[in-house]
């Protein structure tokens, strides 16, 4: 269960020496994200052991629903005084024509990323990947053919990025979203079925759990 105090145990098995330290958090503005925000943000301000701030990027994909995620970000920063970065994409970014956007789309933000670390001295970026987008890339790479090392999951801590919430599944999330009411707005692609990983997260995982409903904390269970 995602709470407060499991979120601060999670933290501690990633890394145990967060003293001074800075941490850059990737927020889109849906519930995972802006989760990952407000449980940071109140760690932050119990045991004021780290600083946070915060990045988003509107690719500018989805029109007004795009500038609705980024209005989500900027009011919760402005309203708890978080420093915000906000990178708008532009016609220079180059968008591809054939090739994947997802993967135009991390390597922009990752780059952005990187780039507001460099500047600012910032010590780690935190993503908000769960458990459902572990599950979901461990279909994506046993699909793919990836071997023993594609299929043992995403790391909770890889090259300075963070990720506290591999531990839970999108239902807890939403879950303490609606608890704590920590605002986000859904991005309505994730619906669609135009990418693999949104066929196995729409399609696939659904059966699999109408035929055991612990299927994700048992897939949990094998991955550690």
Request: a negative charge; glycine letters at 4%; proline letters at 3%.
């Amino acid at each position: 269960m995602l709470s407060f105090d499991s979120f601060n145990e999670e933290i501690n098995k990633i890394t145990r020496d967060f003293t001074q330290k800075k941490i850059l958090l990737a927020v889109s503005g849906g519930a995972d994200s802006m989760v990952m925000l407000d449980l940071f943000r109140k760690r932050s301000a119990e045991q004021s052991d780290f600083m946070i701030s915060a990045a988003h990027i509107n690719y500018k994909l989805r029109g007004e629903d795009s500038d609705l995620d980024q209005k989500i970000v900027e009011d919760y920063c402005e309203k708890h005084e978080i420093p915000l970065f906000i990178y708008s994409v532009s016609e220079k970014d180059n968008k591809p024509e054939n090739g994947s956007i997802q993967l135009w789309a991390r390597e922009l933000r990752y780059h952005f990323f990187h780039q507001i670390c460099e500047e600012n001295s910032i010590d780690f970026i935190a993503t908000a990947h769960h458990l459902n987008d572990q599950l979901e890339t461990f279909f994506i790479n046993l699909m793919r053919g990836s071997g023993l090392k594609g299929l043992s999951g995403i790391p909770a801590n890889e090259n300075q990025i963070l990720r506290p919430l591999l531990a839970f599944t999108k239902e807890e999330i939403y879950d303490f979203a609606e608890k704590n009411s920590v605002p986000f707005h859904e991005d309505i692609s994730n619906k669609k079925n135009d990418y693999l990983r949104n066929k196995i997260r729409n399609l696939i995982i659904p059966e699999l759990i109408k035929t055991d409903s612990n299927f994700i904390q048992n897939f949990s269970k094998s991955l550690n």
